[in-house]
């Protein structure tokens, strides 16, 4: 499998976390999903804000990005079956010793060889890296410019912008034969490529699975080149595949997905508002030393993207981090210490009595020195809404 598109233009960080955040949203690399920001999304009974939702959508739908990354064939990763599969293990904490166990080669000294090959390609990489990045200041400084991306034309409107007229003379001129025949050429500009996919993309139906196979045998009585057309449909939204290029289906149209995307957030919007929230109060706890973070939220439901948070590394509390980083995160928990009551009651403050909720909580447990990871403060409250 060959990487897409979306990672061709992206820079080492974005293909690091396996999306790009433009102005209105956040892009699966992997897949394109688009996350749009100001929008909450739920998700198994939580809601999260954009940001954290890529993540989660990452992980729920394409596990990690390595795992993406390490089965795209040699032609994307320079890497050998063999040396992918010696960086699978690796990844998997396996030491040198049960590499070569696994494996049934040579001796530990044959895997520190491996090891030592690797760590010089990466080396060679960084240095490739620095070239083409300087070749690329070189090109700006003479006044030229990358690709655009596909969903732009050359004036910078969006390329599907193609009025009925337009559309019936690329078809006419690229299909001969009629839009039943074969394709003349794929070497066309971006603007006629749209058009020509969106209506070989017709040839497939709705809701059916596809095997590889089968798409490319539809796809082949197109064109010759079937695999440019199978790259560029799933690059340009028109097929959807699994990651490991098993399944094929038809996505919805990417013409009117902008429209049904705009829909979607009003729904999600509409939800969010009528989602019930409750304020409280919750623990997390290693439990292998059983220190404690305390910790009060207006929305309890919000919990999971705080586990988001440390098991990406980006925890506030600088302590639990360290431990998380060095325990594992499967030796902490998230526990609900004790809900908001709401009372119908004028005087009630729902922040004041959350704060009061958290200064019981954080008295009667006394998570602090080496019960805890909270730090005593002069300022009030200073846990809330960690």
């Known amino acids: 499998m060959e990487v897409g598109e979306l990672f061709e233009n992206a820079s080492l960080e974005q293909i690091k976390r396996g999306f790009r955040e433009v102005e209105e949203y956040y892009e699966c690399l992997i897949c394109g999903k ?7 999304y739920p ?49 998997q904490g396996k030491s040198d010793k049960e590499v070569q166990r696994e494996l049934g080669i040579g001796s530990t000294s ?17 240095v490739f890296l620095a070239i083409m990045e300087l070749l690329k200041e070189q090109d700006t400084k003479h006044g030229l410019r990358t690709k655009d991306s596909p969903n732009k034309s050359e004036n910078g409107n969006d390329c599907y912008n193609v009025t009925e ?38 040839r497939f139906e709705k809701e059916r699975v596809y095997t ?14 079937y695999v440019i057309l199978r790259r560029y449909l799933i690059e340009y939204g028109f097929l959807a595949r699994k990651a490991d290029g098993s399944q094929y289906w038809l996505k919805s149209d990417v013409i009117k997905e902008k429209e049904s995307n705009m829909e979607r957030k009003k729904e999600l919007k509409q939800l969010y508002k009528e989602a019930k929230t409750e304020a409280g109060v919750y623990q997390i706890r290693n439990t292998k030393n059983h220190k404690i973070l305390v910790v009060s939220t207006p929305n309890l439901k919000t919990i999971n993207g705080k ?17 998380l980083d060095e325990f594992g995160k499967e030796v902490f928990v998230f526990e609900v210490l004790e809900v908001l009551e709401k009372k119908e009651d004028e005087a009630f403050n729902k922040k004041d009595e959350l704060k ?30 960690i």
Do not use: C
């Open 165 to 202: 007229k337009e559309r019936a003379e690329v078809l006419k001129k690229y299909f001969p034969e009629g839009i039943a025949g074969s394709l003349k050429t794929f070497y066309m500009k971006e603007k006629n490529k749209l058009v020509v996919l969106q209506e070989i993309a017709k």
């Open 43 to 91: 998700d198994d009974g939580l809601l999260y804000e954009a940001g954290k939702y890529i993540r989660v959508h990452i992980e729920k739908y394409h596990k990690s990005v390595f795992d993406y990354l390490i089965q795209l064939d040699k032609k994307s990763t320079g890497l050998s079956e063999h040396q992918s599969r010696i960086l699978q293990l690796f990844y």
């Open 307 to 323: 586990k988001m948070e440390l098991e990406s590394g980006s925890h506030r509390n600088k302590k639990l981090q360290k431990e």
């Open 356 to 385: 009061k909720l958290e200064e019981k909580w954080l008295a009667k447990l006394q998570p602090y020195g080496e019960r805890g990871y909270n730090e005593r403060k002069n300022k009030k409250y200073e846990n809330y809404s």
């Open 212 to 225: 590889e196979k089968e798409v490319n045998k539809i796809l082949e009585a197109v064109y010759s080149d």
């Open 34 to 40: 688009k996350i749009y920001k100001g929008i909450i």
């Open 110 to 126: 044959t895997i520190r060889n491996h090891r030592f090959a690797l760590k010089e390609k990466e080396r060679q990489a960084k």
